[in-house]
């Protein structure tokens, strides 16, 4: 199972950035899906979660300007991020675990916001 991230940019603040992420082969079928981050210098850390019954969990620096959905015909999920800022950036990864509980993750695509 490969997961492939997209999307990611340069943008200014205050803009906005959708991030894809496809699954290869896109039968496969996962519990939960989401979006981590991981910023210059730090630990990679939550930014979304979305479980395959639709329940989404955010972190606190997302909950306002963030959007998880998910796609399932196209067995896809997104995030849309409103009103970047600077500390929003890093190689954000996309994630998602099997109902047995195995994680994945993708390759990680980079997210840069200028003041």
């Known amino acids: 199972v490969q997961l492939q991230a997209s999307g990611g940019g340069l943008v200014q603040a205050g803009e906005s950035l959708t991030l894809s992420c496809a699954v290869s082969p896109n039968t496969f079928r996962f519990s939960i899906m989401g979006w981590y981050r991981q910023a210059p210098g730090k630990q990679r850390e939550l930014v979304a979660t979305?479980?395959?019954?639709?329940?989404?969990n955010y972190a606190d620096s997302a909950e306002a300007r963030f959007t998880i959905s998910k796609d399932s015909a196209k067995n896809t999920w997104s995030l849309r991020m409103n009103s970047l800022k600077p500390e929003d950036t890093g190689v954000y990864y996309c994630?998602?675990?099997?109902?047995?509980?195995?994680?994945?993750w993708g390759q990680g695509t980079l997210v840069t916001v200028s003041s």
């Open positions: 994630n998602s675990v099997a109902s047995w509980g195995t994680t994945y």
């Open positions: 979305i479980t395959n019954g639709g329940r989404t």
